[in-house]
């Protein structure tokens, strides 16, 4: 075991714990070493959980019952599977210190300087170079500028520094997610005529930080989809592809009705003059806006064709007052100007005409729309009048024989309840099995829905499952890697039975500390025997002296004393004294 403890030890002073050079093993440990021991590698291990732990011992008994309880929890939670409570740190046993310490050894992380020597992966290799480079620079100490060497002017200086300054860039990809899948013609100018990344930038400055936005970007859209998609992409029963789909309609939708809603709505055509003037305005600011379009929005092509068709249409009244002795190129810049003043105060003429337009359109349609309500109200009066008059008038007609129409509305009336009653009666038979399938489609569709429920609720568990195994796959995966490239790496000329005689030493070390074991604990159990054995005959001889004493009755000491000394001989142990001095005498 004093391999073991000096392994323990040394992985001790590399968390950081001061133990004294004169503590080679888990005995000579203290109850404060050990406290401080496990409070240092709980704080390596799980910074939280250590960080609320003190390392030294307060000298109250609750304070320290109540450190060891933590400490013991915090055992505990790490996945510690043997016995532990405060007993274990206060009234500590060398194997159990021994077993929580090695336990607390192996969980603690590996210092990236052991196995810095040891061949991994590109990724892992990169951060230590970057971490290593760091940790120079920072080592180097700050130097006034005057003071500077080159080569520290090139690290502490700011010539090195340069903005972050982001640029978007297009990447290729294979689908799009609004649309499904890419259009050939795209690929085509990703594959052909798309420039790469470092070609797309103004300044090679811009490449990091606009490939760090870029990537930031994409991630949050990724993480954006995936939590959409579980919250409600699944609850919609649809594809992803659908899904994309039916959120381009919906918002093209809101698109529209907001445009909708944003110009005026001129509703059913009204007719009458209003009407004719209404229509006459829309279609001369359509007018307007197409002119209005055509001029904004032509290219350069358009804008010159335009313009030599006015210029041909024009008279040329204006060109022949110009003078003869100027050039071609003056004459052409003046007439280009004369177009641009013409074609700008036309414009601006067409600007204002759509905007006195538009004013007018909405005068219009707050009075088109109080003249329709109003027209509507006076329908519904009409509408009333109308019925009251008729009944009124029916009521006129029957009035010269009164009493046969009474009769005869008597009697339609009768016939009507009569008819009212068998309708009911019929509705009563097609209404129960009605109800009764209404219940059961209901029950059924219940049913549906607590299935597709739970089977949507299995599928989110699932999707969580999947995850959790790619990533214990991807970590089982890059460890095997790791243990790969150690097992490598490791010298192939060890002799094995160097290892072989240590483990045979320590195997016959714990054989003969289990030789020493054993036959203390036959001594102890001997020793045990003896001291029953012992109390037996104490307590048999406390029996025979009560007896004695209360034998004899009331009566001097004297004759308590002689019959006592007849019977002296027969006790393991010499008489007391006191009691029988003729014995004591002669024992003497």
Same mark, same amino acid.
């Given at each position: ?28 440990? &203290?109850?404060?070493?050990?406290? /401080? ?13 250590? %960080? ?74 990169? $951060? ?17 500028? &005057? ?16 903005? =972050? ?7 290729? #990809? ?17 594959? /052909? ?5 470092? %070609? ?21 859209? *990724? ?20 899904? +994309? ?27 009458? %003059? ?26 350069? =092509?358009? +804008?010159?064709? $335009? ?59 707050? &009075? ?14 009409? &509408? ?22 009474? *009769? ?8 009507? *309840? ?36 739970? #089977? ?12 959790? %195994?790619?990533? /214990? ?10 243990? !790969? !490239? ?34 203390? !604990? ?39 004393? /002689?019959?006592?000394?007849? +019977? ?21």
């Amino acid at each position: 075991m004093e391999e073991v403890d000096k392994i323990l030890i040394h992985s001790l002073r590399l968390s950081g714990m001061d133990i004294p050079d004169e503590v080679q093993s888990i005995r000579e440990f &203290t109850t404060e070493l050990i406290v /401080e021991a496990v409070v240092r590698c709980l704080r390596v291990i799980n910074p939280s959980v250590g %960080a609320s732990l003190s390392h030294i011992l307060p000298p109250g008994m609750s304070a320290r019952f109540r450190i060891g309880m933590s400490m013991a929890q915090a055992c505990q939670d790490l996945g510690y599977q043997g016995e532990v409570g405060y007993q274990t740190f206060l009234y500590s046993s060398e194997p159990e210190i021994r077993r929580l310490l090695l336990f607390l050894v192996e969980k603690l992380p590996r210092d990236a300087s052991e196995d810095g020597s040891q061949a991994v992966g590109k990724s892992t290799s990169l $951060h230590r170079a970057i971490a290593a480079t760091v940790k120079e620079q920072l080592a180097v100490p700050w130097v006034p500028p &005057t003071c500077r060497t080159p080569c520290l002017q090139l690290l502490q200086g700011s010539c090195l520094l340069k903005k =972050f300054q982001a640029r978007p860039l297009v990447l290729p #990809r294979e689908s799009e997610p609004s649309f499904g899948k890419m259009p050939q013609e795209r690929k085509d100018y990703f594959v /052909e005529f798309l420039p790469p990344v470092s %070609a797309q930038l103004p300044r090679p400055t811009s490449l990091a930080p606009s490939l760090l936005e870029r990537n930031v970007a994409d991630l949050s859209a *990724a993480q954006d989809w995936e939590n959409e998609w579980k919250s409600q992409g699944l609850g919609s029963r649809m594809t992803p592809e659908e899904y +994309h789909q039916w959120k381009h309609q919906r918002l093209q939708r809101r698109l529209l009705d907001q445009l909708h809603q944003a110009c005026p709505q001129t509703g059913p055509a009204p007719q009458g %003059a209003t009407a004719r003037d209404l229509n006459q305005l829309l279609g001369t600011f359509s007018a307007g806006q197409e002119r209005a379009g055509a001029l904004a929005k032509g290219s350069r =092509f358009t +804008h010159t064709q $335009h313009l030599a068709y006015k210029q041909e249409v024009e008279p040329t009244t204006q060109i022949q007052t110009l003078p003869i002795s100027r050039s071609p190129e003056q004459e052409l810049q003046e007439r280009q100007a004369a177009e641009v003043e013409t074609l700008e105060s036309e414009l601006g003429r067409l600007v204002g005409q759509i905007e006195e337009l538009e004013g007018q359109m909405a005068t219009l349609g707050l &009075t088109l729309t109080q003249v329709e309500g109003e027209v509507r109200q006076r329908q519904l009066g009409a &509408t009333e009048l109308e019925q009251t008059l008729r009944v009124k008038g029916r009521t006129v007609e029957l009035l010269p024989d009164a009493e046969n129409n009474m *009769a005869k509305l008597q009697v339609v009336v009768e016939s009507s *309840a009569q008819r009212i009653i068998q309708l009911a009666a019929q509705w009563e038979k097609h209404r129960v099995p009605l109800i009764q399938e209404f219940r059961e489609l209901k029950a059924l569709h219940d049913s549906k829905e607590l299935e597709s429920s739970r #089977r949507l609720s299995e599928i989110r568990e699932l999707h969580e499952r999947i995850r959790s %195994a790619a990533d /214990e796959a991807k970590r089982k995966d890059d460890l095997y890697k790791q243990l !790969l !490239l150690e097992l490598e790496s490791l010298p192939k000329d060890v002799s094995r039975s160097a290892y072989t005689q240590r483990i045979l030493e320590i195997v016959s070390n714990i054989r003969k500390q289990k030789e020493e074991i054993t036959k203390i !604990l036959s001594d102890t159990k001997e020793l045990q025997k003896e001291i029953n054995s012992l109390t037996g005959k104490l307590d048999r001889t406390f029996a025979v002296t009560d007896e004695l004493i209360f034998k004899v009755g009331p009566g001097s000491l004297e004759s308590v004393a /002689e019959g006592g000394e007849q +019977h002296w001989g027969q006790l393991p142990f010499p008489p007391v004294p006191f009691l029988f001095p003729s014995a004591g005498r002669q024992a003497r």
